[in-house]
């Protein structure tokens, strides 16, 4: 019987964030020694630390907030694909895999080598090849990047692209030990009425 795999960062305090950004913490407020009966924490943290999705509120004062996301797109089949030694995601990469019928699409590339610290520069999501994957019918992508565009864009251009195209935003996955294949999703958001983005527990299960 195939089992659920975690495909999501764990999140301690040393998890790397985007420069400058709130840094991730967990601490206990209430001890079991103070209350007597319970240890009760804290979280404080970014939207956009490890495994989490983006809502278009993150780049357009508009846009959709998390509270708004369709749960449907976050749970169901996802084709995985990996793209070795990529500079950037095109149409051309793109084409060289079979995605018809593919809903959510999870791009390996390895690029993200040391977890520990953020990246200097990563490749990024060619915004032309929105409209094509939207063609095919893609509604979900996700990467094992901490970004779709390139690290020092103002612009984010692929986020409104992808967007536009009525694609939807994973990012920070941990593909590594992922083949390509299809596999079962579940990366549900939390029910964050004002967000502009949240962490997830991302989860594969490969399908027979
Ligand atoms: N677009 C990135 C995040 C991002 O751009 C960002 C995240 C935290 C703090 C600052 C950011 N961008 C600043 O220009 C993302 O989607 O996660
Ligand atoms: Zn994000
Ligand atoms: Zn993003």
């Known amino acids: 019987m195939n089992r659920w795999i975690d495909i999501s960062q764990r999140l301690d305090n040393k998890i790397p964030v985007w420069p400058g950004d709130s840094p991730f913490s967990y601490k206990i407020s209430w001890s079991m020694e103070d209350s007597g009966s319970v240890n009760v924490g804290q979280i404080t943290m970014s939207t956009h630390t490890g495994t989490h999705i983006d ?12 509270i708004d996301l369709d749960v449907n797109l976050y749970i169901g089949p996802a ?3 990996h793209l070795h030694d990529t500079k950037s995601i095109c149409v051309n990469e793109l084409k060289e895999h079979n995605l018809s019928g593919v809903i959510r699409l999870l791009i390996y590339t390895g690029a993200w080598k040391n977890r520990s610290e953020f990246p200097k520069s990563i490749p ?5 090849a929105a409209s094509y994957l939207a063609e095919i019918g893609v509604r979900l992508i996700g990467l094992d990047l901490p970004s779709v565009d390139p690290l020092d864009s103002k612009e984010l251009p692929a986020h409104h692209e992808l967007t536009r195209h009525g694609l939807h935003i994973l990012e920070g996955l941990v593909l590594d030990d992922i083949d390509e294949g299809d596999y079962e999703l579940a ?11 949240s962490p997830v527990r991302a989860v594969l299960k490969k399908i027979d």
């Open 55 to 66: 809502a278009p509120f993150h780049f357009d004062s508009d846009g959709k907030r998390v």
């Open 187 to 197: 990366a549900l958001p939390l029910p964050l009425v004002e967000g502009d983005g």
């Open 124 to 128: 990024h999501f060619e915004p032309e």
């Open 79 to 81: 084709r995985v694909i």
